[in-house]
């Protein structure tokens, strides 16, 4: 089995409601987005629906109100954390044993509201669960996020995902970045690198975020050795950039990736460190604040990309 990383390609939310997949994974949290895919779905068009709920937001309204969503579709809420992926992996062996004959399987996967744990990992756990060709289809919602006044440094959890290195032996760390520039900063200040790339999202899914985003540049530029503009409307340019920056500073000493930022940059950083695992560090990170959580709510744009797992490689 191998991910065949050439073979990426972006499609439409036409071309998305209009194929059938044998399965469909979808978070269930506090943001509002967590079902604007879903429900634009045809229930008849998801031969194994997997519906994550995460525990931890259960009381929230919104969250009362993604649960009545999908529930109407018919679809089961297998209740989780949002920091343990073990009962996707469960669903996902119980999958297998019905579709084992099968030479290829569609996924589809609605990662606009999973944690990182899980869009991190989702490419490994195919890849080892399943037996037969895949066809992946990612899709994001991007949203519009509302207003918090809270300025503090959060929490931070971390550990590595690839390799078995620790930061502090990698002299280069390349790091995603959001529209806080508090989140780059306790990173920064809680590694040993000599070197700091920082992935700025450039332009961003709104006007809003992108002039954010320059306003944080200024903050940030006296914290790192490059700032790189990333354009993560386009998934493609996204993941090939990330890798062409990542090969060329590999040759110059151990790099640790740091996904965080925007999804599809933080997925792209993700996808670039589990490619070259044998040669880089990757490093998950979780942020224990959770009055960094803030609902997003949808803006009706979608940006999706398929890849393959190939069997016979």
Request: net charge neutral; charged share 25%.
């Amino acid at each position: 089995m191998r991910i065949d990383y050439n073979s990426i390609k972006e499609c439409s939310i036409k071309e998305i409601l209009s194929t059938k997949y044998d399965i469909g994974i979808f978070p269930c949290g506090y943001e509002r987005r967590s079902t604007f895919i879903a429900s634009n779905i045809d229930e008849k068009n998801i031969v194994f629906p997997i519906v994550i709920g995460f525990k931890e937001f259960i009381a929230s309204t919104n969250r009362k109100k993604n649960d009545t969503i999908f529930k109407k579709k018919g679809w089961d809420i297998n209740i989780s954390s949002s920091q343990d992926i073990h009962n996707l992996i469960e669903e996902l062996e119980q999958i297998q044993k019905n579709i084992i004959e099968k030479e290829k399987i569609n996924i589809l996967i609605d990662y606009s509201s999973f944690s990182k744990i899980y869009y991190l990992n989702f490419l490994s756990m195919f890849e080892n669960i399943f037996s037969c060709d895949i066809e992946i289809t990612f899709i994001y919602s991007s949203s519009k996020f509302e207003k918090r006044d809270i300025h503090e440094v959060p929490a931070i959890n971390y550990e590595m995902l690839y390799r078995n290195t620790f930061i502090d032996q990698s002299p280069i760390a390349i790091i995603g970045t959001s529209i806080d520039a508090n989140r780059a900063i306790a990173l920064i200040d809680q590694i040993n690198a000599n070197k700091i790339i920082l992935l700025q999202s450039n332009p961003g899914f709104t006007e809003e975020y992108t002039k954010n985003a320059l306003k944080q540049q200024s903050v940030l530029s006296s914290w790192a050795d490059e700032i790189i503009e990333i354009d993560v409307q386009n998934f493609i340019s996204t993941f090939s950039k990330i890798s062409d920056i990542t090969l060329a500073n590999s040759r110059l000493g151990n790099v640790t990736i740091i996904p965080d930022g925007p999804k599809p940059l933080s997925l792209a950083m993700g996808m670039v460190g589990q490619r070259y695992k044998e040669i880089i560090g990757c490093m998950l990170v979780r942020w224990m604040d959770p009055k960094y959580l803030r609902n997003a709510i949808p803006t009706k744009n979608t940006y999706a990309f398929i890849i393959k797992i190939d069997k016979k490689k």
